[in-house]
């Protein structure tokens, strides 16, 4: 039986992101309020420049989510009916979500094991396929917060004039070389979620790109495809972020270096800890990559019975996600379009996510590492 959580051990993100800026962000939304201008108003202007200097971009363009940030992406280079779109199957949903609004079929690749990311052997291999023929775009996601091999996926989809995009919805402060996840390719949608590493207090996304060109068109097509007001120059649609949640996002921009860090503090600790556990498996860290650990996911051939304990014991477990999208009902036609996923596939049983956020403290890292202690005993 599940034992319910100790809120001090284990508080929930979204709302103690929230009380650790609370003055700010008061605020800040009384400034908002108070001005006037609520949609596309100097804050989500100034939030575009701040959000652009940090991923270290030429433009930041706000949206009302990171689905629409993915569409939207899509839209402006043209990728949309007849077009295949790369997508690996082990993510959120809402990535393949967004190909199918671009009207794109999405075409299911496999992730490597230890990171969980897109394999670039895999995609070499669909894009070289008869499978591969109609791929215009590949959606490198950065699952849990691990930058993909973009190296190599910029080389497999270079040498094949496919347009590389990022995901950057679980990404928010990753490292590559050196360079920030949302500045690794044509252009990246990030989210705003609430339980993201940057989240608004309700929806949100942008699009990072350092293309002059594909900026000025996202910003025509998420607000009807105007250039000037009232005038469409071409087909758009209504995906604004709004000035309060650029308010927020503003506020919490600020100290989002800290508060990676401290994710990286817990995930050290538990490393740390659960080193020597045998079946248990912590996240790998390619070299040359800064983890960002929106997620911190394990892996366990005994994943279901560690599951049980765990949340017997009262441990916050989650399971990101409980099945690849290949295996979900409402995309058993990409599927069928898809080749086989044997890693994915041997991965769905074996994750497991544990409690991780900047607000939690050693203490309840210790006290889960404890519990995986007692199991195994
Ligand atoms: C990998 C990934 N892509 C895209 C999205 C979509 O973001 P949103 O929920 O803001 O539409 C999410 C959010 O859950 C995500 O985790």
């Not at 433009?59 to 402006?76: C, S, W």
């Not at 094991?113 to 791929?135: F, M």
């Not at 490198?140 to 590389?164: I, K, N, Q, T, W």
Request: charged share 20%.
């Amino acid at each position: 039986m599940p034992s319910p959580s100790n809120p001090d051990l284990f508080p929930a993100f979204p709302l103690a992101d929230y009380l650790h800026h609370q003055k700010e962000i008061d605020a800040a939304l009384e400034r908002t309020l108070a001005r006037g201008h609520y949609i596309l108003g100097g804050e989500v202007a100034e939030f575009e420049r701040e959000f652009a200097a940090f991923v270290g971009t030429r433009h930041a363009v706000g949206a009302a989510n990171g689905t629409d940030a993915i569409e939207l992406i899509l839209r402006a280079l043209d990728v949309g009916a007849g077009c295949g779109v790369v997508v690996p199957s082990h993510t959120a949903v809402a990535s393949a979500s967004a190909v199918s609004r671009a009207g794109a079929q999405p075409v299911f690749a496999d992730v490597e094991a230890d990171t969980c990311t897109l394999c670039p052997r895999s995609l070499a291999a669909l894009l070289d396929s008869p499978r591969g023929k109609r791929v215009r775009a590949v959606l490198a996601v950065h699952l849990y917060g691990h930058p993909c091999d973009m190296d190599s996926l910029a080389r497999v989809c270079g040498e094949r004039g496919v347009v590389l995009i990022e995901d950057c919805a679980q990404a928010h402060g990753a490292t590559h070389k050196g360079r920030n996840a949302g500045a690794l390719a044509r252009a990246a949608a990030f989210s705003f979620y609430p339980t993201k590493n940057l989240g608004a207090i309700g929806d949100g996304g942008a699009v990072t790109t350092d293309d002059d060109a594909l900026a000025a068109r996202i910003r025509s097509i998420r607000e009807y495809g105007w250039v000037r007001r009232y005038i469409s120059d071409s087909v758009g649609v209504n995906s604004r972020l709004d000035e309060l949640q650029a308010a927020i996002l503003r506020v919490k921009l600020r100290d989002l270096p800290a508060r990676i860090g401290r994710r990286r503090e817990l995930a050290g600790l538990y490393a740390e800890l659960l080193a020597g556990c045998g079946f248990v498996t912590v996240p790998e860290v390619r070299d040359g990559c800064g983890h960002a650990y929106h997620l911190y996911v394990i892996q366990s051939p005994r994943r279901d019975a560690l599951m049980e304990h765990l949340k017997s014991r009262g441990v916050p477990v989650a399971l990101h996600y409980p099945a690849a999208i290949h295996q979900q009902p409402g995309y058993a036609g990409a599927a069928a379009d898809s080749p086989a996923l044997p890693v994915t596939d041997a991965l769905m049983p074996r994750i497991l996510t544990l409690p991780l956020h900047p607000y939690m403290t050693d203490e309840a890292v210790h006290h889960v590492c404890e519990q995986i202690r007692d199991f195994a005993g």
